[in-house]
């Protein structure tokens, strides 16, 4: 008789199977593994949603891939701030009202002003101030930590004191040493995987695209393509350089597209990067047409309204620029050419919109914009 058929003596050990006995799987305890048939099922908890389409649900976790300089931070930034606002364009917090959720931020490569800087653009999307401390969102910089296990280490200890709600690590590069490397990789993504189940917590990471491919980086991404709930990919389009240049679209935009979804398909969007305050603003581009604007006895008017209203954008006093930089911000924001955006440039000046410029930089003429907007007669001009 086989040896593993034997029936034990009373008192007598269980005996060993010989079968991958090396593995010592046997003595593992498997009672706790097998499903309740009687446990109830509980659908996703989603934690946003896009027009309707409900994505990033608690427990799971999310990839941001795309190429360096492609709008993966942008992408998050508007992500944050509807999360910490409940709505920002046409996305929305679809958490359990009213207690909106924390939200905690890794950054794990840029300098310090970069960071803040990205703090300071979330602040000013989600409508809070950014220059007093939130308890709902935090901010925490590992760039300074010297290597991926120490890095490693810090955001598991911020997750375990912070308990966030949902998290975001900007750099899934920097935790481990060797992309390529498998047997390192392999564990970090199961244990973010095991993280965010423990803490029933949504997490985003970041992790870059081949520069020739639209593949995430080495073994880390396709163990994580394989793995994740979700892939999001941001794309970077220069529309003058296009074959086939979109009409309704500024110079320079960004596409956020849905690449893997166990939900519901999220229709892919876009969005631009407006120049303002510092640190960039984006804002999702709608292709629903604006309403056309009232137009005045005199065309010209409203035209200058418009050209008035783009220059306070950006140039909303004290702030100064040089001409060119002018003429750049009209031709992006108004969809125009360079010739047609130096003329609007010269009309304004013509109609005093401008102060005389100082060692070559122009500043707004407040009275005067006032004026144009608010069909007053006209202050002196320039000439």
């Not at 008192?11 to 010592?24: A, H, I, T, W, Y």
């Not at 593949?215 to 003058?240: D, P, Y």
């Not at 200058?304 to 060119?324: A, D, R, W």
Request: glycine share 6%.
């Amino acid at each position: 008789m086989n040896e593993e058929n034997k029936i034990p003596l009373p008192g007598q050990p269980e005996p060993v199977p010989d079968f991958l006995k090396e593995r010592g799987w046997f003595g593992v305890d498997v009672s706790g593994l097998l499903l309740d048939f009687t446990e109830p099922y509980h659908p996703p908890r989603w934690t946003l949603s896009h027009n309707g389409t409900p994505f990033a649900n608690r427990g799971e976790l999310h990839i941001v891939t795309g190429k360096s300089g492609h709008g993966k931070t942008a992408f998050m930034s508007q992500v944050m701030a509807t999360l910490i606002c409940g709505k920002f364009g046409n996305m929305q917090y679809e958490g359990e009202p009213p207690n909106l959720p924390v939200v905690l931020y890794i950054d794990t490569e840029m300098g310090k002003d970069d960071t803040i800087a990205i703090k300071n653009r979330v602040c000013s999307l989600a409508g809070i101030p950014f220059n007093e401390p939130c308890e709902r969102f935090k901010v925490a910089r590992l760039r300074d930590t010297v290597t991926a296990a120490e890095r490693w280490q810090q955001i598991l200890k911020l997750a375990y004191v912070i308990k966030p709600d949902v998290m975001f690590i900007d750099g899934l590069l920097d935790i481990v040493e060797d992309y390529n490397e498998q047997k390192e990789c392999t564990p970090i993504i199961r244990e973010l995987m095991i993280m965010a189940t423990h803490y029933d917590m949504s997490t985003w990471c970041v992790l870059h695209e081949n520069p020739t491919t639209e593949k995430m980086v080495g073994s880390l991404g396709s163990i994580a393509q394989r793995k994740v709930t979700e892939v999001f990919a941001v794309r970077k389009h220069k529309n003058e350089k296009e074959k086939e240049r979109k009409p309704n679209r500024p110079p320079i935009y960004f596409t956020v597209e849905q690449l893997k979804a166990r939900g519901k398909d999220v229709d892919d969007w876009d969005f631009e990067i407006l120049s303002v305050e510092g640190w960039g603003r984006p804002q999702e581009i709608s292709d629903t047409p604006a309403p056309p604007l009232p137009q005045p006895a005199n065309s010209s008017e409203a035209l200058m309204k418009q050209i008035v209203k783009c220059l306070l954008e950006f140039m909303s006093p004290p702030n100064s620029e040089y001409f060119s930089n002018i003429v750049k911000e009209l031709k992006k924001r108004m969809h125009i050419g360079e010739t047609k955006a130096k003329e609007y440039f010269n009309e304004a000046n013509s109609a005093g919109v401008f102060s005389l410029p100082v060692n070559g930089r122009y500043t707004l003429n407040t009275s005067q914009c006032d004026a144009i907007l608010n069909d007053l007669p006209f202050a002196p001009s320039n000439d």
